[in-house]
């Protein structure tokens, strides 16, 4: 198995967050008053129907320990739909991530994929300065 510690989620700053300091994930709403409860989705998506434009977007949130005060890391914006597919995708990603056994793994979004995650043990290159 792949310790958590050595296991890597891209953030959409490029940033690298160590799985096993990610204290929690949720979906957040950008034009709300903060994260918002994976329950309430559903509501958040039948207003945004009725809204008149269609771009709004939910952000994909860690908590992140290392210091005094978590932070929070964005790890990608998703259309409401895609949202809670796209929180489902990562804790899968995670997991199977940590099931392996390499010394160290990746962990990012797939562009143009909807809510798939991608698993690889290299460093891709667009996270390369």
Same mark, same amino acid.
């Given at each position: 198995m792949?310790?958590l510690?050595?296991?890597?989620v891209?953030?959409t700053?490029?940033?690298l967050?160590?799985?096993?300091?990610?204290v929690?994930l949720?979906?957040?709403? !950008?034009?709300?008053? *903060?994260? $918002?409860?994976v329950t309430?989705? +559903?509501?958040?998506?039948a &207003?945004?129907?009725s809204a008149p434009?269609?771009?709004?977007m939910l952000?994909?949130?860690?908590?992140?320990?290392?210091?005094a005060?978590?932070?929070e890391a964005?790890?990608r914006?998703?259309?409401?739909g895609d949202?809670? !597919?796209?929180?489902? *995708?990562? $804790?899968?990603?995670?997991?199977? +991530?940590?099931?392996?056994? &390499?010394p160290?793994l990746?962990?990012?979004?797939?562009?143009g994929?909807?809510a798939?995650?991608?698993?690889t043990?290299a460093?891709?290159?667009e996270?390369?300065a």
């Open positions: 792949t310790d510690a050595n296991i890597w891209r953030t700053s490029l940033e967050v160590r799985v096993d300091q990610i929690s949720s979906i957040g709403d !950008p034009m709300g008053s *903060g994260p $918002a409860r309430i989705i +559903a509501e958040m998506k &207003e945004m129907k434009s269609t771009s709004h952000r994909l949130m860690a908590s992140v320990a290392g210091s005060e978590p932070r964005h790890l914006s998703y259309e409401p949202a809670i !597919p796209a929180l489902t *995708g990562l $804790a899968d990603a995670l997991a199977a +991530a940590a099931a392996r056994s &390499e160290m990746f962990v990012y979004p797939v562009l994929a909807g798939r995650w991608e698993v043990t460093l891709p290159r996270w390369i």
